[in-house]
């Protein structure tokens, strides 16, 4: 039992390029979540989704783009890189969206967008 | 828009004291959950208290307890008998439930406190 995977760990872009972070959860969850963290910062919600094939805005969802297509993978893509999105990216997941069910988190993607 | 602010960017304890970590949180909702989570340097994000705003106790997890004021909207965490272990970025959290209905929202953190322990 793996829990929340995250793939890459660490990651450098050059700025106009694209990439996406995949986020692998083993625990049959429902909801997952996109955060950022950026120095000085606590994680901002991206975007985020409450079942398969569903996605919803978050605070700060401008540039990235999300899918759902498996109910265990949760992807992340930035079509053109900025350097304003440099930034840890950590994936989350929880059982469901009642206040009692915990978010899991993944140890996070490091992204350096030169 | 709820928001958490953590007034303390840093916090010293000596080993086996006891230190505690403010915050305060701003929301016209009724219920709602607050969390501390720790993230130590390997960047894991590690649940280590909750408290749901219905409850009036405290929640206490071994060395960890909270004294929740939902009047003053405060919800501070205590560490006894400090370790080294304990040393972390601590945030706290709060989530609801989206208004729009359709289950909760995801977490809004504060912008954390770093905690030192001296030996």
């Known amino acids: 039992n793996a829990g929340v995977t995250q793939t890459p760990k660490f990651r450098v872009l050059k700025t106009g390029q694209s990439m996406t972070l995949l986020c692998a959860q083993d625990m049959n969850h429902e909801y997952m979540y996109w955060y950022r963290q950026d120095p000085g910062m606590g994680l901002r919600l991206i975007h985020y989704s409450v079942g398969e094939g569903t996605t919803a805005k978050g605070e700060v969802p401008d540039g990235y783009n999300v899918s759902r297509l498996k109910k265990q993978n949760f992807l992340l893509g930035l079509e053109s890189a900025a350097p304003s999105q440099t930034s840890v990216y950590f994936c989350?997941?929880?059982?469901?969206?009642?206040?009692?069910?915990?978010?899991?988190f993944g140890p996070g993607t490091r992204l350096t967008v030169l | 828009a709820q928001t958490v602010t953590q007034s303390q960017p840093e916090m010293s304890v000596q080993e086996a004291e006891t230190v505690t970590l403010s915050c305060t949180y701003d929301t016209s909702e009724s219920d709602y959950y607050l969390f501390w989570y720790k993230q130590p340097p390997s960047r894991q994000m590690i649940l280590v208290i909750r408290q749901e705003a219905y409850k009036q106790q405290n929640a206490t997890e071994n060395r960890f307890s909270v004294n929740f004021q939902k009047a003053a909207k405060s919800f501070s965490l205590k560490i006894s008998d400090s370790q080294l272990g304990d040393a972390a970025m601590y945030f706290c959290a709060y989530r609801s439930l989206r208004r729009s209905g359709g289950g909760a929202d995801g977490l809004t953190f504060g912008k954390g406190t770093h905690l030192i322990i001296q030996p």
């Open positions: 989350a997941s929880s059982r469901g969206g009642y206040l009692t069910d915990t978010q899991y």
